[in-house]
């Protein structure tokens, strides 16, 4: 029985395993000196077990990451979506926009590039913006998490820093460095309000980055 109890507590995720022996604890089956049960306790909203509470669903925040031309040039763009999704980020929703270009640049809706109808298509197609795909994410502390998973932004550093970070895998120099991340909260909530503002509505605040 030693045995079992014991191999009950390894796991690949110790984050997973950590909220395993939390949850025996509410349990009653692992014990604890009565001053840490107090403080678990008094850190819990009134009338919420510690059961409740870590069975709960964190609040999920939402983000705006744009991808470069580039990648969905190159066909990429399902290989960066699953990505994402293995780092725990829920795809909300996406849309296509024209990439105004730069390194600093940002997304214009994809409409505006064929508002001026077949006068446009007759400058020919070097003088077609690109497109980049605009994807709305969510997940607890996205934005946090985001950063993390985009990695550095020149992706030769990247590669030696976080090799499986989407700069690393899917960027080719400091312009074409995959995708673009919110820089600060006030940046990814007006981001979110401009791509997607059904999102923004609906999103709880920002609670940090």
Not at 41 to 69: F, I, K, Y
Not at 105 to 111: C, E, F, I, V
Not at 150 to 174: C, M, N, Q, T
Request: hydrophobic residues 50%.
């Amino acid at each position: 029985a030693a045995a079992h109890e014991a191999r009950a507590f390894v796991s690949a995720d110790p984050l997973a395993a950590a909220r395993q022996a939390l949850l025996l604890f509410a349990d009653g089956e692992l014990t604890a000196e009565p001053s840490v049960s107090r403080g678990y306790d008094g850190a819990l909203p009134a009338g919420l077990s510690v059961r409740e509470a870590l069975r709960a669903p964190a609040s999920a925040q939402t983000v705006c990451l744009e991808v470069l031309p580039h990648v969905l040039q190159r066909g990429h763009l399902h290989k960066l979506w699953r990505a994402v999704a293995r780092a725990g980020f829920h795809v909300a929703d996406i849309r296509l926009a024209a990439a105004t270009g730069g390194p600093g640049g940002g997304a214009a809706d994809a409409a505006d590039a064929v508002a001026a109808g077949p006068a446009q298509s007759a400058r020919g197609a070097e003088s077609a913006p690109e497109v980049c795909a605009l994807l709305a994410l969510q997940r607890p502390a996205a934005l946090r998490a985001l950063r993390e998973l985009a990695g550095p932004k020149s992706p030769a550093r990247a590669k030696r820093l976080a090799s499986f970070s989407l700069r690393a895998v899917f960027g080719i120099d400091e312009i074409r460095n995959a995708v673009r991340v919110p820089a600060d909260v006030e940046e990814a909530e007006a981001a979110v309000t401009a791509a997607f503002p059904h999102l923004a509505a609906a999103a709880p605040a920002q609670a940090g980055p």
